[in-house]
């Protein structure tokens, strides 16, 4: 019985540390009908009394549906800061009508990557011949400049998808 009452404390202490080192948050607008922009910030702490070094990661999922042969530009922010060790991005798109360009800027406002995907035309997509065109991007590096970065999303006529992921690891 007092074995139990020890593994159960340990656990119990274990996870109180667990959470209260670790306490990270992201914060997204996902109203994409009336806010075209999506700003991305985090915060983290921890308590270092215990523990030298920490990691955090801070994760951003965002999908985008274009319909209605979208040309609307939007700009997706990430908030970068300055001790994040290491980020992960990734831009998936399937365009089924129009054309999608996405391109990513760091906070400086230099272009680290960018493509471009074509799908049928508007003609084509009326009679029902259309088949979707998959483009893709995938960015990571580490010590990123520290600011806001930019996702560009700037479709023409277009139907289609957009997935953007992201992962950063932040030191505490």
């Given at each position: 019985?007092?074995?139990?009452?020890?593994?159960?404390?340990?656990?119990?202490?274990?996870?109180?540390?667990?959470?209260?080192?670790?306490?990270?948050?992201?914060?997204?607008?996902?109203?994409?009908?009336?806010?075209?922009?999506?700003?991305?910030?985090?915060?983290?702490?921890?308590?270092?009394?215990s523990h030298s070094n920490h990691c955090s990661t801070v994760s951003l999922k965002k999908q985008i549906k274009l319909t209605d042969f979208d040309s609307e530009k939007r700009d997706i922010k990430l908030s970068i800061a300055k001790n994040t060790s290491r980020v992960s991005l990734n831009v998936n798109c399937l365009i089924?009508?129009?054309?999608?360009?996405?391109?990513?800027?760091?906070?400086?406002?230099?272009?680290?990557?960018?493509?471009?995907?074509?799908?049928?035309?508007?003609?084509?997509?009326?009679?029902?011949?259309?088949?979707?065109?998959?483009?893709?991007?995938?960015?990571?590096?580490?010590?990123?400049?520290?600011?806001?970065?930019?996702?560009?999303?700037?479709?023409?006529?277009?139907?289609?998808?957009?997935?953007?992921?992201?992962?950063?690891?932040?030191?505490?």
């Open positions: 019985m007092k074995l139990k009452n020890r593994v159960l404390n340990v656990v119990i202490l274990f996870t109180i540390l667990l959470f209260a080192s670790h306490s990270t948050y992201g914060q997204t607008n996902t109203n994409s009908n009336t806010n075209k922009n999506v700003n991305v910030k985090h915060s983290s702490h921890s308590d270092h009394s089924e009508v129009g054309e999608l360009t996405v391109e990513v800027y760091n906070s400086k406002g230099k272009k680290q990557g960018d493509f471009s995907v074509e799908g049928a035309s508007k003609a084509k997509y009326k009679k029902g011949n259309t088949e979707p065109v998959e483009g893709q991007i995938n960015f990571d590096t580490s010590s990123p400049v520290e600011g806001d970065w930019v996702i560009k999303i700037i479709p023409k006529q277009a139907i289609g998808k957009i997935m953007v992921r992201s992962i950063q690891n932040v030191n505490n």
